[in-house]
């Protein structure tokens, strides 16, 4: 596996080892041992968690104030644009977002840790999520900061308004946002 650090260093894309022929492929999508070697990090993932959802979709920016969850992202088909907003006071990076894009045909995973806001939007026709979670969903702990809030400055790739839930049409700005310390 290979490890390519991000604009905020704790935000990382893995790159895993594919092997394929002319039957199709073979990967490792996650291994605890591989993971430690290659980022130093020993986590437990505790939930798995699959989406689906069509182009223009924009899900996001969701984080538990409460039971903070890191987030192992991977893309099984299709193509999004994924982003982290660091929402960690004590991080030089605090209110600065990482955007990366995953689609199934590259397989790199998005390692996003406990103390960031998360979000994406579909660039393809529809696209299948699987992420594994560091800690149990809890609604009650369950906020979204404001997707297009201004002070944040996303660089979301959308032509047009995009399709968004109802809570996440009423997303907190930043400025008013339960963070981290």
Do not use: C
Not at 51 to 57: L, T
């Amino acid at each position: 596996m290979k490890v390519v650090r991000t604009a905020n260093p704790d935000v990382l894309l893995l790159e895993p080892k594919v092997f394929g022929d002319d039957r199709g492929f073979f990967l490792e999508s996650y291994n605890k041992r591989a993971f430690r070697e290659a980022t130093g990090m020993d986590v437990e993932f505790v939930q798995d968690n699959h989406s689906r959802s069509r182009r223009g979709v924009l899900r996001g920016l969701h984080y538990q104030i409460r039971q903070a969850q890191g987030k192992l992202i991977r893309v099984l088909a299709g193509r999004i644009f994924d982003v982290a907003v660091d929402l960690r006071r004590s991080s030089k990076h605090f209110g600065k977002w990482v955007g990366v894009e995953l689609d199934a045909e590259s397989m790199r995973t998005l390692w996003i840790p406990p103390g960031f806001a998360h979000g994406f939007t579909v660039l393809s026709e529809s696209a299948d999520m699987l992420y594994k979670a560091t800690d149990f969903y809890a609604l009650e702990h369950e906020r979204t900061l404001r997707w297009n809030d201004a002070s944040l400055g996303i660089a979301w790739p959308l032509s047009g308004e995009p399709t968004l839930s109802d809570k996440d049409r009423r997303g907190t700005p930043l400025a008013e946002a339960e963070t981290y310390a």
